[in-house]
């Protein structure tokens, strides 16, 4: 398989700061990452994440639920969306809504979401405060493909952070969000280098001296 001849075509799903978006965008800018972002969009009109995405130079726009009747119509409006600004790969970035199958079928092993503990251990919502209240010592931060569970998906890569006596949720996130913003971009480069192939439940990562020259 020869090299991409172009930068991967990344969608971003934000519904908040974009604290994981702008790791995405300084990682491009600082040529980490052969990408560029083809269209961020959010499912709140006033999302802080749009502003950085315009601020960068990124299509930005806003897609509500209340203009589309059902979940499944709403997915198809994200996805008329990404299709339209050509994107390739689907990275979700504080996007706080669950993708239903109008989106994830047609977009399988093109999703991308990352999740503040150590999947399988602690998905869904406040999965810092989950890990505090289990007593574990350590959790950490998980990229997976997205499937149509509930951060069920195929892991992608992973990193683990200690549990530190006396932490408490803000202080246990923010340790986790800086492992984050390294991981994300990471996950994204091994994508748009076509390294990561999923084999049923597992991701397997190419070694990249194993890719023949162009």
Not at 124 to 152: I, K, P, Y
Not at 202 to 214: F, G, L, M, Q
């Amino acid at each position: 398989m020869s090299p991409r001849s172009e930068p991967l075509r990344l969608g971003v799903l934000a519904s908040g700061r974009g604290s994981n978006l702008q790791s995405i965008i300084d990682a491009i800018e600082a040529g980490r990452l052969p990408a560029r972002l083809a269209v961020v969009v959010s499912d709140r009109e006033q999302a802080p994440a749009l502003g950085r995405a315009a601020r960068h130079g990124a299509p930005a726009l806003s897609v509500s639920p209340k203009d589309h009747g059902d979940r499944a119509a709403y997915d198809r409006a994200l996805r008329q969306t990404l299709h339209a600004h050509g994107v390739e790969l689907v990275c979700l970035a504080g996007f706080l809504r669950i993708l239903g199958p109008e989106l994830i079928r047609p977009l399988a092993g093109r999703v991308m979401n990352i999740h503040p503990s150590l999947l399988p251990a602690f998905p869904g919502l406040d999965a810092q405060r989950q890990a505090l209240d289990w007593g574990v010592r350590v959790t950490g931060a998980t990229v997976h493909f997205v499937d149509e569970g509930v951060d069920t998906g195929p892991i992608i890569v992973q990193e683990a952070v200690a549990v530190l006596a006396g932490d408490t949720a803000e202080t246990l996130s923010e340790r986790i969000l800086a492992v984050e913003h390294r991981l994300y971009p990471r996950a994204i480069r091994l994508y748009a280098e076509e390294r990561l192939r999923i084999v049923g439940r597992r991701v397997h990562i190419d070694p990249a001296e194993a890719r023949p020259p162009a």
